[in-house]
């Protein structure tokens, strides 16, 4: 399954006075929305308790920067993305690279993965929470089952169309299995791989943070809404943009890292 | 399956060389182990077996409001999706047609696209109450971006001269749109509206599970805090069999109109 997402569709090239009036037209949407919301705010009377003044979201912004009252929720959300992640990618690449060996077992599973790939599986939350519970593993579970989807199917994807002739020519010179698989399969494999596991690394934090918001006791997810219960306007939209800004700045390094794989 | 195999194929190693026989066996191997660990090996109060599941679906159904829930379920899917696909279509067109806007404003689109939008969530049940709007709502959000994206995409590639051609020789806005721009983007488009219908089942679910009164996520807190896993697993299934069904609506759209423009 190709990712729409990241393509940028843009021209490579753009006009140097272009590029600069389209900076211009950026910069002024945002300063335009920041004005509006404060105008919002402050004079045109929408209720606090809706839409808090910028200034105030901003200084809670730094208060929580400062006061460090993140850190344990940011463990436990990154805890939970990081054990989520390394079962599905353990079990993703190694399932794919197993079925990807016959033509046969392909055609077996990879449409059954598909159609199972194109279910919310965010469906099930109330199974997880059935059986893990409210805590760090019900959402390690959910986060783990949800990105192994792309994972394994993009490992069979990339393992399965490596070209025969490769194989046939390494194998007539003499490559052993191993060789056979660091040198050829593994090469040719890999840029699809590691679409796969960015895509599930961006499903797995996206449903972590989910199932924290929805069901939980701890975790970036569960403070947006402990917040939003205690009608704390101005810190929960802080909070937000703190945890956006997480999320932003964690796809942008896997991003990078995909990219630098790919290119070696 | 090729030419070659032999002709006195014994039926079973015949059926065993068709990838969907094994594909079956697949599926009803995992029903079994579900079946068995949850009659022997699992507390019922958390895992009920499959038969049961499905004997006792028409109780699901029998569950005063579960219809209701089901069909109020299905009118924010709907809403939204249409919502999502007219938005994103105008907002595409907007932002797709005109160079400078394009440079300006897509790069915009990305980044929101990319957020974490379930963060948000809290926010769309302030604005909109915990009932059906803010499901809607919180579906276009998911949905139109994908939209907007792939008709930015369809349309940019458009060459200028096309329009220019077609504005010459007199043709009106709306003709321009039906007869130029719209045959043009039509596969990028359908790609887009299928991945629109992902995002909009995703963003109602959530919104679903988060809260509700009368929705099929008020069902789902319901049997799970009855431990009714018996229910649950039923609201599950018919809820999946709907994901499936209207992914593959979308699908057959797609292929179909991709096939129409190829001739």
């Known amino acids: 399954m190709a990712d729409e997402r990241t393509e940028s569709p843009l021209p490579r090239k753009w006009s140097r006075a272009g590029r600069g009036a389209s900076r211009l037209i950026q910069a002024g949407f945002l300063v335009g929305l920041v004005v509006i919301w404060y105008l919002a705010a402050t004079r045109w009377g929408v209720n606090r308790l809706l839409l808090p003044n910028p200034v105030a979201v901003y200084d809670n912004l730094l208060d929580i920067l400062r006061s460090g009252e993140f850190v344990g929720d940011l463990q436990t959300t990154l805890g939970e993305l990081a054990v989520a992640f390394a079962i599905s990618a353990a079990g993703g690449v190694t399932l794919g690279y197993v079925i990807s060996r016959s033509r046969y077992w392909i055609a077996v599973f990879e449409p059954l993965f598909a159609a199972i790939y194109s279910i919310p599986i965010i469906l099930f939350l109330p199974l997880f929470v059935l059986f893990f519970g409210l805590g760090p593993a019900s959402k390690i579970a959910l986060g783990a089952a949800i990105s192994f989807f792309p994972i394994v199917i993009n490992t069979i994807a990339g393992f399965g169309n490596v070209d025969p002739l490769f194989v046939r020519v390494a194998r007539s010179m003499g490559a052993s299995d191993y060789h056979l698989f660091r040198h050829v399969l593994l090469p040719a494999a890999s840029p699809v791989i590691l679409t796969g596991l960015r895509m599930g690394f961006t499903v797995a934090l996206l449903s972590i943070i989910g199932s924290e918001t929805l069901a939980s006791l701890a975790g970036l997810g569960y403070h947006i809404v402990h917040l939003a219960e205690a009608m704390e306007m101005a810190r929960m939209y802080a909070y937000i943009v703190f945890v956006i800004a997480i999320a932003v700045a964690l796809n942008a390094v896997v991003s990078r890292l995909e990219a630098r794989g790919k290119r070696d | ?263």
Do not use: C
């Open chain 2, 1 to 263: 399956m090729t030419g070659a195999a032999p002709k006195r194929l014994p039926l079973l190693r015949g059926l065993a060389r068709r990838p969907w026989f094994a594909r079956a066996i697949v599926i009803a191997a995992l029903f079994a182990v579900w079946e068995i660990a949850a009659r022997w090996f699992v507390d019922p109060l958390f895992l009920s077996p499959p038969s049961e599941v499905v004997a006792s679906l028409d109780k699901v159904f029998g569950t005063r409001g579960v219809p209701a829930a089901l069909q109020l379920t299905l009118f924010e899917l709907t809403v939204a999706f249409g919502l999502a696909v007219a938005i994103g279509l105008a907002l595409g067109l907007a932002i797709g047609l005109q160079p400078l806007v394009r440079r300006s404003f897509f790069p915009i689109v990305l980044l929101l696209y990319g957020m974490p939008q379930v963060t948000i969530l809290p926010l769309f049940i302030l604005f909109f109450g915990i009932g059906a709007a803010s499901k809607i709502a919180f579906g276009v959000t998911h949905g139109v971006f994908p939209v907007i994206v792939t008709v930015v995409a369809g349309v940019q590639n458009l060459k200028p001269i096309l329009l220019t051609s077609a504005r010459s020789m007199g043709a009106s806005r709306w003709q321009i749109f039906r007869h130029v721009i719209f045959p043009h983007m039509v596969p990028s488009f359908f790609a887009g509206m299928r991945l629109g219908m992902s995002g909009v089942l995703l963003g109602v679910l959530l919104a679903e599970l988060y809260v509700s009164i009368a929705g099929i996520g008020y069902f789902t807190t319901l049997f799970t805090q009855n431990f009714d896993p018996t229910k649950l697993l039923g609201l599950i299934s018919v809820l999946a069999a709907m994901a499936i069904l209207l992914n593959a609506v979308v699908r057959r759209a797609e292929n179909r109109f991709a096939r129409r423009r190829a001739e």
